[in-house]
């Protein structure tokens, strides 16, 4: 029989037994007769007999009894001890993956962000134990008991997820935390992967910025943890998927002392991919620059810039102004900055580029050009007369120069920017028959406008293209003459982006194909290996006719030689380009807008800017895309040319 630590040792030698027997027996023999002496031996023994099995029956009653003690009585003190000893499962948190522009340097990174948490089932269940509990942990870590009961009483899935109770903690008060919580089942400081962002500014709005996992976020991904950093905005939450690792793992046993008494499963955090973008920094920092500075200048409500490669749809730099530092989102004791940002009537958070939407002016121009010479309504030999503007009933169109141009033909009216020309070729006009609103229409939405082109980031938006169905439904009276005249020249009711606008005049350098914007390059994963490429998307093709663009091509390239554009004769390379004057509201204000492209005759690079309230196209807006294309052809990837 195995012996029980817990019990007295009741066992009796075999041996002694036997020989305390026989001393007994030799005794009886000395004092008495034979016949007696075995009488009173057998008496004897069979006395020994019976009082071994009541020894033993006693002794089986007293196992039995300590065995119902162990099982009974102490049984619940024991499993609460077993049951103490849980299996406790840690996730860490995996960084997310790195975000760089075409040549490698970092826009989006990771930084420790030291976090305590507090995981709910792990405190005490009884009232006064608990409240005891949290006293206890707001001594320990220096935080307020209200700010830990606030932030337990927060919504949340299950109480086994962790709540956050503070984060971004000096290391060494995490270190201090870490010591004095030890014992503490229920609280943990851990380090979480915070995003950083070194181009603070430059880049916010394309970027965007991460954030704590929602309960509603976490509501429609079951899957997700309390912990989680998610993309918000801009490219962290386009490619959130991409960006994001996978979690470690790290499940232990540890005794009611909080203990480790064994590792069961460990599994270290795999970081995310890295997401390779079209942007060139460079580029992107010259416009930001330009564009910003300009804004203040004019105290102008705000701009946006955009560099594309037309002949692929590569995004090399999308400035917003105002702009502000996605850094806030992203470190503690910034939220006076962030309720700034989100009631500033200036709309930081607003991506002009992608969201905003204005009438275009005159960089409707060259698409118009292109739709009338295609439909024939014009030829490149085509003139049409301006003084100054034309009357049509009592309303006048004027010209944006009093007393006209003079004789003008296609290449001379983009030139120039004459309106006069272009209120025939929309409207009609002595013998112009004009486009009409439907044709123009159709071939603006050829070119990608009134529709939204699909850019990798969220929030763009489609604009507007109005037409005689659109203004009877929404303002209740019938198209007439004046708007199609309106709509010629850009302004009416015609609502565009930035982008939009940077599409469709890429595909009047590039000889007619409208190209998909897009940010992603590449992707590639921990390894270092390229396990995705972006291909260029084409929307449209053969828009219209290559003899056509070459004629509109030509009407650009002039007004840099002799028109509007003259400031871009000093560039290293040969250009093209288009300003754009744009009237809104009703106080006499315009937006000025500036479009160009080069070299001329094989372009790398377009451009195209807004400043909104900037007055005339190459008053506010040009000067910021020449600054750019300088940079480029002398600095940046041009600069071989």
């Not at 007999?49 to 002794?59: E, K, Q, R, S, T």
């Not at 960006?243 to 499940?251: A, K, S, Y």
């Not at 920094?281 to 930001?288: A, N, P």
């Not at 070299?599 to 790398?604: T, V, W």
């Amino acid at each position: 029989m195995r012996h029980d630590p817990f019990l007295p040792d009741t066992r009796v030698p075999v041996e002694r037994f036997q020989r305390s027997a026989y001393r007994h027996a030799v005794e009886l023999d000395v004092a008495g007769s034979g016949t007696e002496t075995i009488s009173l031996m057998s008496l004897r023994s069979h006395r020994s007999v019976a009082g071994m099995f009541i020894g033993c029956f006693i002794l089986l009653l007293f196992l039995l009894g300590r065995l119902a003690q162990l099982q009974i009585t102490q049984g619940n003190t024991y499993r609460v001890r077993s049951a103490g000893n849980s299996i406790r499962t840690v996730t860490t948190p995996a960084p997310r993956g790195v975000i760089t522009d075409r040549h490698g340097a970092v826009l989006a990174d990771n930084t420790p962000n030291l976090v305590l948490t507090i995981t709910p089932a792990q405190l005490p269940t009884d009232v006064a134990e608990r409240s005891k509990m949290l006293q206890d942990i707001s001594g320990a870590t220096g935080t307020s008991l209200m700010d830990i009961t606030t932030a337990l009483a927060s919504k949340q899935r299950r109480s086994t997820d962790p709540i956050t109770i503070r984060e971004h903690i000096p290391y060494d008060e995490a270190m201090r935390d870490i010591i004095s919580t030890a014992a503490m089942l229920s609280v943990n400081i851990i380090s979480l992967p915070n995003r950083s962002y070194p181009t603070a500014n430059t880049c916010a709005n394309v970027l965007g910025y991460t954030g704590r996992i929602s309960s509603t976020e976490l509501e429609q991904n079951p899957s997700a943890n309390p912990l989680d950093i998610v993309g918000k905005t801009g490219l962290e939450r386009q490619y959130d998927s991409t960006l994001t690792g996978i979690d470690g793992i790290n499940q232990v046993e540890r005794d009611v002392h909080n203990q480790i008494q064994r590792v069961i499963a460990q599994h270290d955090p795999q970081t995310g991919n890295t997401v390779i973008t079209t942007l060139d920094l460079g580029l992107q920092q010259v416009l930001s620059d330009q564009l910003q500075s300009m804004v203040s200048s004019l105290k102008s409500p705000g701009g946006a810039a955009i560099a594309l490669n037309p002949n692929n749809g590569e995004v090399l730099a999308m400035v917003s102004a105002p702009n502000y530092d996605d850094n806030w989102f992203v470190t503690s004791g910034h939220s006076a900055e962030i309720t700034s940002l989100l009631q500033g009537a200036s709309q930081p958070l607003l991506n002009r580029a992608i969201s905003g939407k204005y009438p275009s002016g005159s960089l409707i121009k060259p698409l118009l050009a292109s739709a009338a010479l295609t439909e024939k309504t014009i030829t490149p030999n085509t003139t049409v007369n301006s003084v100054g503007g034309i009357k049509v009933g009592n309303d006048f169109f004027p010209d944006w120069k009093a007393g006209g141009h003079g004789i003008t033909n296609v290449t001379k009216a983009l030139a120039d920017s004459v309106n006069t020309f272009f209120y025939a070729v929309g409207g009609g006009l002595d013998n112009i028959t004009g486009l009409g609103v439907d044709r123009i229409v159709s071939y603006l939405q050829k070119f990608g406008w009134g529709k939204k082109l699909g850019i990798d980031l969220p929030s763009e938006v489609a604009g507007l293209l109005p037409t005689k169905e659109w203004r009877t439904t929404k303002r209740a009276s019938p198209w007439k003459l004046g708007d199609t005249y309106h709509l010629s020249i850009g302004q009416g009711d015609l609502e565009v982006t930035p982008l939009q606008i940077a599409a469709a005049l890429s595909a009047v350098a590039n000889g007619g194909t409208l190209y998909q914007p897009h940010l992603e390059m590449s992707v590639k994963n921990i390894d270092g290996k390229t396990i995705e490429t972006k291909q260029a998307t084409i929307l449209n093709d053969h828009i219209v006719p290559a003899s056509v663009l070459s004629t509109v091509q030509e009407g650009m390239r002039q007004g840099v030689l002799t028109g509007t554009s003259k400031s871009l004769l000093t560039l290293p390379v040969t250009s093209a380009g288009k300003t754009g004057t744009a009237q809104f509201g009703n106080k006499g204000l315009t937006h000025s807008w500036y479009a160009a492209y080069a070299p001329y005759d094989k372009p790398q690079i377009l451009i195209v800017v807004l400043v909104e309230a900037g007055g005339e196209g190459n008053f506010a807006a040009q000067p910021v895309a020449k600054a750019g294309l300088e940079w480029y052809f002398t600095q940046g990837d041009g600069k071989s040319q």
